[in-house]
């Protein structure tokens, strides 16, 4: 027996909802529950084959959804697209922290030029819509305390952090001036079925995934430092418990995951034991890397169980089983 969402599933039914990043692989997984939910969902996505937007990621919902090929950054196809939207799921963003080292105009671009210019359509064209944004833990940098929480210094260590923390605060400008209703929620660790598994630009996870479903070795750098990680599912109930709660209107909360943190090292071997193929090898951190890398990190999520009643609700180990079992089907839709 499924437990109740926590949230009331009639704030969505019937309800128009944009999805930015919305061929990727949360908006995806989101569009699917909101389809469920009945909302009316739009699509956007530049599918640039550099992100995660894919196709395939909403095969058999296709007739149940619109799907918008445009980007961000292109000012006029905003304004037009807010309209008339009760919901905007603000997930369309640059998640590499290398990419965003070896090319930052683009990181600037499309994770704060362009987040400015979405929510100046929506003061324009669309005052009353809800926005949730999707943040991340990279905000916070190097953590001086743990579990870090939302009072924690914001320190980032690269570029892709700046900037997805001045998108961050464009959001809640708005919100506290202009009254547009807008939350964010810092993610971790995002994994599960869609998520990007060619390369590590989006997660270390998903290329782990792919070379144990492929029968091959992967590397772990350094394996000692924590994480915790968090379910697309239990992510998405997040977002939609974030889009229909006012308490969270102006607030950045974070989003953790089910059984506390973990070691890499120990996250290497559930994945090698619920796939029953593959092996990891311990590495050093290249240089590159280790120059922005945080060390342990894991979540206080302590004002989001409160102000919502979210809680993660999948293990670790349930979720990379049913991750693993999903790639084993549909792998070469994602190489």
């Known amino acids: 027996m499924s437990l109740a969402p926590p949230y009331?599933?009639?704030?969505?039914?019937?309800?128009?909802?944009?999805?930015t990043g919305g061929l990727g692989f949360i908006g995806s997984n989101l569009a699917r529950r909101l389809v469920d939910l009945g909302?009316?969902?739009?699509?956007?996505?530049?599918?640039?084959?550099?992100?995660?937007?894919?196709r395939f990621n909403v095969a058999g919902i296709e007739d149940?959804?619109?799907?918008?090929?445009?980007?961000?950054?292109?000012?006029?196809?905003?304004?037009?697209?807010?309209?008339?939207?009760?919901?905007?799921?603000?997930?369309?963003?640059?998640?590499?922290?290398?990419?965003?080292?070896?090319d930052p105009y683009t990181d600037l671009e499309i994770n704060v030029r362009a987040q400015l210019s979405i929510l100046e359509s929506c003061r324009?064209?669309?005052?009353?819509?809800k926005i949730v944004f999707a943040g991340t833990r990279q905000v916070y940098g190097k953590p001086e305390y743990l579990p870090v929480d939302e009072r924690h210094l914001l320190r980032p260590?690269?570029?892709?952090?700046?900037?997805?923390?001045?998108?961050?605060?464009?959001?809640?400008?708005?919100?506290?001036?202009?009254?547009?209703?807008?939350?964010?929620?810092?993610l971790t660790n995002t994994y599960g079925p869609r998520m990007r598994v060619k390369d590590s630009r989006q997660t270390f996870l998903g290329i782990w995934v792919r070379n144990v479903v492929e029968g091959r070795t992967f590397e772990v750098w350094g394996g000692e430092q924590l994480r915790d990680f968090t379910y697309v599912d239990d992510c998405v109930e997040a977002l939609l418990a974030a889009a229909a709660g006012s308490a969270v209107d102006g607030l950045a909360l974070n989003v953790g995951g089910a059984n506390g943190p973990h070691q890499l090292q120990e996250v290497a071997e559930?994945?090698?034991?619920?796939?029953?193929?593959?092996?990891?090898?311990?590495k050093d951190f290249p240089a590159d890397r280790a120059k922005i890398d945080i060390g342990d990190y894991y979540a206080d999520d302590g004002l989001i169980r409160t102000a919502l009643g979210w809680e993660p609700r999948v293990s670790l180990a349930e979720g990379l089983r049913r991750t693993v079992s999903f790639y084993r089907r549909h792998l070469a839709e994602y190489v």
């Open 8 to 19: 009331d599933s009639a704030a969505f039914a019937g309800a128009r909802a944009l999805v």
């Open 39 to 54: 909302a009316e969902v739009v699509l956007m996505d530049n599918l640039d084959p550099r992100y995660g937007g894919n």
């Open 64 to 102: 149940r959804v619109t799907i918008n090929v445009s980007d961000v950054r292109d000012d006029q196809s905003m304004f037009h697209l807010v309209r008339g939207h009760d919901y905007l799921f603000n997930l369309a963003g640059q998640t590499s922290h290398m990419d965003s080292m070896q």
């Open 124 to 129: 324009k064209q669309n005052p009353g819509i």
């Open 157 to 186: 260590t690269d570029v892709n952090g700046i900037n997805k923390m001045a998108g961050e605060w464009y959001h809640i400008l708005y919100n506290n001036v202009y009254g547009i209703r807008a939350c964010i929620l810092r």
């Open 270 to 282: 559930l994945v090698v034991s619920v796939s029953g193929t593959g092996d990891y090898e311990l």
